[in-house]
């Protein structure tokens, strides 16, 4: 389970900001090699994680927005000795839909490598995605929630080791809470397995019409 000492983190306190894309990285030294790593993590409402510039798939699971799943991913094989980063892209719904009940932006993270420990806490850098557009948007329709910009030319290769956040916009993570002791009540481990992220089959196209 999480530590006590870990954090939910956001860009700022603020909950009233729909749709919002933020970047959070984390960079830290390990003394020791790859070995056996233990991550859970936690957001409202997605996230997509990467661990030296290696995604690892998985999404967060649809709760109720005081009552939270984690996930929890073997990250060993990406971790070495010396420097590392965890980077991770979230994703914060904010308005009701069919699958998703409005909560308050979050996200909560630990690392557990060997006697070594890596916890989400104002050390993290944060800033608004570059590339995926923020803010009022258009929605797919009232069931289905917002729609989605992106513009990969605006992509820096953040997620990556090499990566320094710096500049640009970055800034400290606001604390807001730890585990289950203020908005959030519950973190429990996750209920259905992840979906499958398997080979890429190509298609082809067999007919063409119109619908009237």
């Given at each position: 389970?999480?530590?006590?000492?870990?954090?939910?983190?956001?860009?700022?306190?603020?909950?009233?900001?729909?749709?919002?894309?933020?970047?959070?990285?984390?960079?830290?030294r390990l003394k020791r090699g790859r070995g056996p790593a233990k991550l859970l993590i936690s957001a409202d409402s997605d996230y997509?994680?990467?661990?030296?510039?290696?995604?690892?798939?998985?999404?967060?699971?649809?709760?109720?927005?005081?009552?939270?799943?984690?996930?929890?991913?073997?990250?060993?094989?990406?971790?070495?000795?010396?420097?590392?980063?965890?980077?991770?892209?979230?994703?914060?719904?904010?308005?009701?839909?069919?699958?998703?009940?409005?909560?308050?932006?979050?996200?909560?993270?630990?690392?557990?490598?060997?006697?070594?420990?890596?916890?989400?806490?104002?050390?993290?850098?944060?800033?608004?995605?570059?590339?995926?557009?923020?803010?009022?948007?258009a929605q797919v329709t009232v069931q289905m929630g917002f729609t989605v910009e992106h513009d990969a030319r605006r992509e820096d290769?953040?997620?990556?080791?090499?990566?320094?956040?710096?500049?640009?916009?970055?800034?400290?993570?606001v604390e807001l809470a730890g585990p289950t002791d203020g908005y959030w009540q519950t973190l429990r481990p996750r209920v259905l397995?992840?979906?499958?992220?398997?080979?890429?089959?190509?298609?082809?196209?067999?007919?063409?019409?119109?619908?009237?």
């Amino acid at each position: 389970m999480f530590d006590s000492a870990c954090r939910w983190i956001w860009i700022d306190e603020r909950t009233d900001q729909e749709n919002q894309y933020v970047c959070f990285r984390r960079d830290f030294r390990l003394k020791r090699g790859r070995g056996p790593a233990k991550l859970l993590i936690s957001a409202d409402s997605d996230y997509q994680l990467f661990v030296n510039g290696h995604e690892i798939y998985g999404r967060q699971f649809s709760d109720y927005p005081k009552d939270r799943s984690f996930d929890r991913y073997d990250v060993g094989a990406h971790l070495s000795s010396g420097d590392n980063c965890i980077a991770v892209l979230a994703f914060y719904r904010g308005r009701d839909a069919s699958e998703y009940r409005k909560g308050h932006p979050g996200l909560i993270l630990q690392l557990d490598a060997g006697a070594e420990r890596v916890l989400s806490d104002s050390a993290w850098k944060c800033r608004l995605s570059r590339s995926f557009r923020s803010g009022p948007i258009a929605q797919v329709t009232v069931q289905m929630g917002f729609t989605v910009e992106h513009d990969a030319r605006r992509e820096d290769a953040w997620t990556n080791l090499a990566y320094r956040a710096g500049g640009g916009g970055w800034r400290a993570a606001v604390e807001l809470a730890g585990p289950t002791d203020g908005y959030w009540q519950t973190l429990r481990p996750r209920v259905l397995p992840q979906m499958e992220a398997l080979a890429f089959r190509p298609g082809k196209v067999v007919c063409v019409g119109r619908i009237s």
